[in-house]
């Protein structure tokens, strides 16, 4: 689950976080084959900081490769969640001048920020890579884009219950 915002409204029944989340359902196996296993390791280390597989120590030993599992998962089912948008009071609070003339509403964007890099301890390079710099630098500014925009959307709507 990822939250992209504090929304607060005039009452803290109406209060409400801007989110994304997502939920998947499957089986999952053990991947065996040595290929297979280290494209997925590729994938995982890259998905983590893009272009980092290839700029760190590969492949991995026959040590780490025995240590490390693997599990591939069929999706069978899934689902997802976002909310986005401004605060959404209700109309018997909207029309109080007591209650909108006194009270702040508005989104507080909420994002993740990647802090600059520091050297670990027996690190010799003098510079950080570009890899990291350009992947913390591109991530921070998707990261407030996202946070930014869903703040200033619309609400979303509530649907009416019918009678039937």
């Known amino acids: 689950m990822q939250v992209d915002g504090l929304v607060l409204s005039l009452t803290p029944n109406t209060h409400n976080y801007n989110y994304r989340s997502a939920v998947l359902h499957g089986v999952a196996s053990l991947v065996t084959d040595t290929a297979e296993k280290l494209w997925a390791m590729e994938l995982i280390t890259n998905s983590v ?20 599992q ?4 069929k999706v069978e089912s899934g689902s997802a969640k976002v909310r986005e948008g401004v605060p959404h009071d209700e109309k018997k609070d ?3 001048p007591d209650v909108v003339d006194r009270i702040w509403t508005g989104v507080v964007p909420l994002y993740d920020t990647l802090a600059e890099p520091i ?4 690190n010799s390079l003098s510079e950080v890579p570009a890899h990291v710099t350009e992947y913390v630098k591109e991530r921070n ?24």
């Open 70 to 73: 693997i599990m591939r998962v």
């Open 94 to 96: 909207l029309s109080r």
């Open 49 to 68: 900081c893009p272009g980092r597989w290839k700029n760190s120590r590969v492949p991995p030993d026959a040590a780490e490769m025995s240590s490390t």
């Open 141 to 164: 500014a998707k990261e407030r884009e996202y946070a930014m925009a869903a703040a200033t959307k619309p609400a979303p709507v509530k649907l009416e219950k019918s009678d039937e």
């Open 119 to 122: 050297p670990g301890p027996y």
